[in-house]
């Protein structure tokens, strides 16, 4: 299988299963006082968030696969991670600002809570997964074919 394609769901699944957990437990920290214990939240909403950022990400996995895909053919996997790393800050920060000045949301920590999740958990499923240089693909096909 390829390798990038591999890597990629990887980070995705991560994501998927990951950062909807996260905002839950952050979400509920910052309620002042929670009516429902924190195992009870996530078990009467993890499920609707992980299906909703399953499906609201399938575009983001397909364009994160052709882009890993893309740069595993020229670059090092160390550079494809720090690009990768600062796209998302980038994405970050312009998501905050976008939704504290032009939505007019004045609670950060409400904001805080909707982004950081997910850019935490993407870029943590960048750095914990191994990303194979596309030399040991071509390798391996080359001992195959032996």
């Given at each position: 299988m390829n390798r990038s394609f591999t890597y990629s769901l990887k980070v995705w699944l991560m994501l998927v299963i990951v950062a909807p957990?996260?905002?839950?437990?952050?979400?509920?920290?910052?309620?002042?006082?929670?009516?429902?214990?924190?195992?009870?939240?996530i078990r009467k909403d993890y499920i609707i968030f992980a299906d909703m950022i399953l499906l609201v990400t399938i575009p983001f996995a397909f364009v994160?696969?052709?882009?890993?895909?893309?740069?595993?053919?020229?670059?090092?996997?160390?550079?494809?991670?720090?690009?990768?790393?600062?796209?998302?800050?980038?994405?970050?920060?312009l998501s905050f600002c976008e939704l504290l000045f032009e939505k007019k949301i004045s609670a950060v920590s409400s904001v805080a809570v909707i982004?950081?999740?997910?850019?935490?958990t993407g870029i943590a499923?960048?750095?914990?997964?191994?990303?194979?240089?596309e030399e040991a693909e071509e390798e391996?096909?080359?001992e195959e074919r032996e």
């Open positions: 957990l996260l905002q839950l437990v952050l979400s509920w920290f910052i309620i002042d006082n929670p009516e429902i214990s924190l195992i009870d939240e994160f696969w052709m882009a890993i895909n893309y740069l595993s053919r020229k670059k090092h996997p160390f550079y494809i991670k720090q690009v990768l790393t600062t796209s998302i800050l980038i994405i970050t920060m982004i950081f999740p997910y850019s935490i499923g960048i750095w914990l997964h191994k990303l194979e240089p391996e096909r080359v």
